[in-house]
């Protein structure tokens, strides 16, 4: 009878195993092919507010940077068609640390804290050359900067020249580029005024 128990056990362990590593494979399969790390949306990429677009460069030790506003809470068409792209250049200069490309961190402007930056009706955009985020003035979204050693260098004010700007950085270290439309279907000249 005990030669009997110790081969009942000995067969469920062994399908026990089998049963144990088929759900561990199943997993890791699972795991690779859903890929929960890779950003997905401008929810998925380093948001930060206004206040800190100076100040992040300190935290994270670099020295050139994008930030990118957009409104997730409005009738902003051209921030939603630019999020694709924007969010495929973020993943790239994430997972691709070789490539040197250049971290992208957004701002949406619908949050309270960031309302500051947003231009008034009538106002103009000020971007170049500012040095703490109160000066800063936002008129278009989307809208992408390039701050380098703690100072704006470069601004770009609608989905055109956002996208054509993260396209050549991407083309310059990976010679394949962003994966574009064709512009008849997307209008690249869309911009939307920060302040509706």
């Known amino acids: 009878m005990a030669n009997n128990s110790r081969k009942f056990y000995q067969g469920n362990a062994f399908l026990i195993s089998v049963i144990a590593l088929t759900v561990i494979f199943l997993v890791i399969v699972i795991f690779l092919m859903w890929n929960p790390f890779k950003i997905r949306s401008y929810k998925g990429m380093k948001d930060i507010e206004a206040r800190d677009i100076f100040t992040i460069a ?4 670099i020295d ?3 930030v990118f506003f957009y409104k997730s809470q409005s009738n902003c068409v051209a921030c939603a068609e630019a999020e694709p792209f924007v969010v495929e250049y973020a993943e790239l200069a994430r997972s691709n640390k070789d490539a040197k490309l250049k971290p992208i961190f957004v701002v949406d402007l619908s ?5 500051r930056v947003i231009a008034g009706e009538g106002d103009t955009s000020n971007l170049k050359n500012v040095t ?11 809208t992408l900067i ?9 601004a770009w004010e609608s989905k055109m020249t956002v996208l054509k700007e993260l396209n050549n950085q991407i083309t310059k270290v990976t010679n394949t580029g962003l994966n574009l439309l064709p ?7 869309r911009k939307d005024y920060a302040f509706n």
Not at 132 to 142: A, F, G, M, S
Not at 146 to 154: A, L, R, Y
């Open 132 to 142: 703490i985020y109160t000066d800063l003035k936002v008129l278009y979204t989307p």
């Open 111 to 115: 949050a309270p804290g960031n309302k």
């Open 58 to 61: 300190q935290e994270k030790e």
């Open 64 to 66: 050139n940077y994008y």
């Open 146 to 154: 390039e701050i380098s050693k703690g100072k704006v260098t470069n």
């Open 183 to 189: 512009a008849e279907v997307i209008d690249f000249r």
